[in-house]
């Protein structure tokens, strides 16, 4: 364990010392001159040597502690490290039984905790709310002294991930065991998104809308069903996005999207709303407009090759799509086999830990015996 300073300028405060010192310096004695005519002839006497004397020496040793611990908090002390702890640590992922992890595990000496935040002895009973396991062993590793042993206990179903590989900067004895809550139902299949297009005259952009479409149903997978409807129909229960190719919106639709609907419109486009795509020149290719708690989709030109060459591009599906739905979240489980940690991270200390608190109670103390002591030192000097 060590210590070091998060703002060593602060140490200049030590130079205030110098004030106490100026406070302490005994003052000589004013002597008033007094004519007599008898000495006048009198020789008088040696005059001694100056010399820097003080009064109250504890007093002023008090007041210099009391500045120099007052800079030392200024300059922000921190304590590096920990001492050194067991030999060997467990680390024990909720949802693992106790009993099966010691049964796994023959750690003679070892400390077990549980990987949740605070990293609490296994003795004591588990928190019911989802962690970040990922994290927090990363955490764990990085506060583990260098020459620790970690095994890490984990459910056969790993919980709590962050979408990336699980890298230590040491070995990890990864021991896998039966989960000891029920097991988790399996992740259903997203439902198929319902899309309403609203056809005008001109087929042309429903033409480029039903390939894009198209191009997200492949391979047999249905992800969107698109049913065509008239601009008069009232938008059915369900439905999630309406590409609506007539001139304007209408005031039934706009109340929709105002519910929390999304609808792209083939309108002609104006300047509103905010610019979520642009063209290879950088200009403006699709806007959004925020409208209650839904959204306006309208792209810079007619959806037709002769003003919007995007539709002819491979890309043109995902630049659409995009925009239709926010993207998936990482997965956050997965097998505990596969997501077994290496290690391959750089060491990274622990993050620095204050000791203000100390400091401030020491501070405080040393107030109180300063003030003690100058009422002393006043009662008897008055």
């Excluded at 023959?106 to 928190?127: E, H, I, K, V």
């Excluded at 403006?284 to 409208?291: D, F, K, Q, T, Y």
Aim: aromatic share 6%; proline share 9%.
């Amino acid at each position: 364990m060590s210590f070091g300073l998060l703002l060593p300028l602060g140490l200049s405060a030590l130079a205030a010392v110098i004030v106490p010192l100026l406070l302490h310096l005994r003052r000589r004695q004013e002597h008033r001159p007094t004519p007599f005519a008898a000495l006048r002839w009198v020789r008088g006497p040696a005059r001694p040597r100056k010399r820097l004397r003080f009064e109250h020496w504890l007093l002023l040793l008090l007041r210099i502690l009391l500045i120099a611990t007052i800079a030392l908090l200024i300059a922000a002390p921190v304590r590096r490290g920990e001492q050194a702890a067991a030999a060997s640590l467990v680390a024990v992922v909720p949802g693992v039984d106790p009993a099966h992890a010691r049964a796994a595990l023959d750690a003679d000496g070892a400390d077990w905790r549980w990987l949740q935040p605070g990293f609490p002895l296994l003795s004591t009973p588990a928190s019911a709310e989802a962690t970040a396991t990922a994290s927090l062993l990363r955490e764990l590793d990085a506060e583990l002294p260098p020459g620790t042993r970690l095994h890490v206990v984990v459910p056969a179903q790993l919980r709590g991930l962050d979408g990336a590989a699980i890298q230590l900067s040491r070995e990890a004895d990864w021991r896998i065991v039966p989960d000891a809550t029920a097991a988790a139902p399996s992740v259903a299949s997203p439902p198929v998104q319902q899309i309403s297009l609203r056809p005008n005259g001109d087929d042309t952009a429903a033409a480029y809308l039903r390939a894009a479409v198209a191009a997200f149903d492949h391979a047999g997978v249905a992800r969107y069903q698109l049913t065509v409807d008239t601009s008069s129909a009232p938008v059915a229960p369900g439905t999630d996005y309406v590409f609506w190719l007539n001139h304007e919106p209408s005031a039934a639709l706009l109340r929709w999207v105002e519910d929390g609907g999304t609808a792209l419109v083939g309108a002609a486009p104006y300047d509103r709303g905010e610019v979520v795509a642009r063209d290879p020149q950088g200009q403006a290719l699709l806007r959004s407009e925020v409208r209650g708690r839904g959204r306006l989709l309208r792209f810079a030109a007619a959806i037709a090759p002769a003003s919007l060459p995007v539709v002819l591009e491979a890309d043109f599906p995902v630049l659409l799509f995009s925009q239709l739905h926010p993207a998936e979240p990482p997965p956050d489980r997965a097998s505990a086999a596969a997501m077994q940690p290496s290690a391959t991270a750089q060491r990274a200390d622990a993050a620095p830990r204050p000791v203000a608190s100390a400091l401030i109670v020491l501070i405080a103390l040393l107030a109180v015996a300063e003030r003690l002591l100058s009422l002393l030192a006043t009662r008897q000097h008055p």
